[in-house]
């Protein structure tokens, strides 16, 4: 993704927090006719080193189920983001020579999909999946709530797949490129408009 220095962020511990706070991410891999895009809830191990590997599943009927494993595969995460209005900035006031931008947190994942559908393997995935959902629920449903025989029957509709990561970019736009009273109009608008954390982020980074 276009990145400008400013707004890269490389640091892995800080990457792979905003992927498991997302959980959700946008699949890309390339089919027979072209491009195929899914929406996949991913659990993230920290090995190996440097970037670890990411882990999901498919519905069996899904096109990218059946994806070139040779070919490479992107995971896209999406953290917090706003509109930035002119408003924000001292800029604005001063001469007017502002426009609108959007702020927000994004990481692209690269690797190859490692495919696999062995009942025992998928049950762990899912196992390991539904846990970290439902941690923090007064009563957490587990898959052993449902009769065994009822989840073989579902993990038979699936396949699961491993992407180690080879590469992994993170960009962080929160208002770095613009003078120091523009960073702080843009924090203090953002969290009197109600968004909170995009605005503590932008703090963050400002004072970074």
């Known amino acids: 993704m276009y990145n400008p220095p400013h707004f890269k962020e490389d640091r892995v511990s800080v990457l792979h927090a905003a ?57 896209i995460f999406l953290g917090p983001d706003a509109y930035v209005t002119p408003s924000y900035y001292a800029t604005k006031r001063e001469t007017g020579k502002v426009v609108p931008t959007w702020n927000y947190v994004a990481i ?50 699936i396949i699961g797949f491993a992407m180690p990561i080879a590469r992994l970019e993170g960009k962080w736009k929160m208002s770095q490129n613009r003078p120091e009273a523009d960073r702080a109009g843009a924090a203090e608008g953002l969290a009197r408009d109600g968004d909170e954390t995009v605005a503590a982020i932008v703090a963050e980074r400002s004072g970074g």
Do not use: C, M
Not at 116 to 123: E, H, I, Q, T, V
Not at 144 to 149: I, Y
């Open 19 to 75: 992927i498991r706070a997302a959980g959700l991410a946008t699949l890309v891999t390339t089919g027979p006719d072209g491009l195929v895009a899914g929406h996949i809830p991913f659990l993230l191990d920290p090995e190996p080193a440097p970037f670890g590997t990411l882990h999901g599943h498919l519905a069996r009927g899904n096109p990218q189920g059946h994806s070139d494993s040779d070919g490479e595969a992107l995971a």
């Open 108 to 157: 692209h994942a690269y690797g190859k999909l490692e495919f696999f559908d062995d009942a025992d393997r998928l049950l762990a995935l899912v196992t390991r999946l539904t846990r970290r959902h439902e941690a923090g629920r007064a009563a957490p449903w587990e898959a052993s709530d449902a009769p065994a025989d009822f989840i073989r029957g579902q993990l038979k509709g």
